[in-house]
């Protein structure tokens, strides 16, 4: 029997609508937390991103933009300096660190600057891949959410219309009290499958434009700190 009402008409759903706006109801949940993760975790970035970026311009002192840049473990540019640093002046070599300090020569028999810069351009697009991958984490989620929940709810909506035309055959009549029930319960599921999607789908994209101007951020950062590094520095790690 059809009640009026929100949760009458709830109660009055079908084993399959059931079905459907549980699953529904689970895509929302997991979808939302991680849209509020997300926006914590963008917040976050962004805010320490700008932190270090102005210690960067305001310090000439390497060893401590370091230090400030161990402090800031979501900001991709502190990570990106500190993996350069490491290559060209890590901490265990003291005579590496003096003389990247005093802006000389890290290793002399080094004939060819452009195999160090190619080396650390490569070691930015590492770096940098790595943080874009990093950011980009439960975002196939949402994209799957935004992609599927609106076929989940129209299989409930198709599953919902099979039923009521079989209880319209039960009953022998076609009258709108013997039709709306059943199609309106139908219509729930389309209804919760495109209110599940649009915020993912939304959510989505949002994320999407903030790792563009993220990496966009991390890239100009890069350029300006390979072009104060010394024209040539030593390749650690690196063997000719």
Same mark, same amino acid.
């Given at each position: 029997?059809?009640?009026?009402?929100?949760?009458?008409?709830?109660?009055?759903?079908?084993?399959?609508?059931?079905?459907?706006?549980?699953?529904?109801?689970? @895509?929302?949940?997991?979808?939302?937390?991680?849209?509020?993760?997300?926006?914590?975790?963008?917040?976050?970035?962004?805010?320490?991103?700008?932190?270090?970026?102005?210690? @960067?311009?305001?310090?000439?002192? =390497?060893?401590?933009?370091?230090?400030?840049?161990?402090?800031?473990?979501?900001?991709?540019?502190?990570?990106? @300096?500190?993996?350069?640093?490491?290559?060209?002046? $890590?901490?265990?070599?003291?005579?590496?660190?003096?003389? *990247?300090?005093?802006?000389?020569?890290?290793?002399?028999? #080094?004939?060819?600057?452009?195999?160090?810069?190619? &080396?650390?351009?490569?070691?930015?697009?590492?770096?940098?891949?790595?943080?874009?991958?990093?950011?980009?984490? &439960?975002? $196939?989620?949402?994209?799957?959410?935004?992609?599927?929940?609106? *076929? /989940?709810?129209?299989?409930?909506?198709?599953?919902?219309?099979?039923?009521?035309?079989?209880?319209?055959? =039960?009953?022998?009549?076609?009258?709108?009290?013997? #039709?709306?029930?059943?199609?309106?319960?139908?219509?729930?599921?389309?209804?919760?499958?495109?209110?599940?999607?649009?915020?993912?789908? /939304?959510? &989505?994209? &949002?994320?999407?434009?903030?790792?563009?101007?993220?990496? @966009?951020? #991390?890239?100009?950062?890069?350029?300006?700190?390979?072009?104060?590094?010394?024209?040539?520095?030593?390749? #650690?790690?690196?063997?000719?």
């Amino acid at each position: 029997m059809f009640q009026a009402g929100p949760m009458g008409l709830v109660g009055s759903l079908g084993a399959v609508s059931i079905v459907v706006l549980l699953i529904l109801l689970l @895509f929302s949940v997991i979808s939302w937390a991680i849209i509020l993760y997300k926006w914590r975790t963008f917040r976050s970035s962004d805010q320490e991103d700008q932190r270090f970026l102005s210690a @960067f311009s305001r310090t000439q002192d =390497k060893d401590e933009l370091r230090r400030h840049a161990r402090r800031m473990t979501t900001s991709p540019s502190a990570v990106l @300096f500190l993996g350069i640093m490491e290559r060209i002046a $890590p901490e265990g070599d003291g005579l590496a660190r003096d003389q *990247f300090a005093n802006g000389t020569t890290l290793d002399q028999s #080094v004939e060819s600057p452009g195999a160090d810069r190619h &080396y650390l351009e490569r070691v930015v697009a590492l770096t940098l891949q790595g943080q874009i991958s990093k950011q980009e984490a &439960y975002l $196939p989620f949402l994209a799957t959410t935004g992609n599927t929940t609106p *076929f /989940i709810g129209l299989l409930g909506t198709v599953m919902g219309i099979i039923n009521a035309f079989q209880e319209i055959g =039960k009953q022998g009549t076609a009258n709108i009290a013997a #039709v709306a029930p059943g199609v309106a319960e139908a219509l729930i599921a389309t209804a919760a499958g495109l209110f599940t999607a649009i915020p993912a789908v /939304i959510a &989505y994209n &949002y994320f999407l434009t903030r790792i563009r101007r993220s990496a @966009f951020r #991390v890239e100009a950062f890069s350029i300006e700190f390979l072009n104060s590094l010394p024209s040539r520095v030593k390749q #650690v790690g690196v063997r000719g």
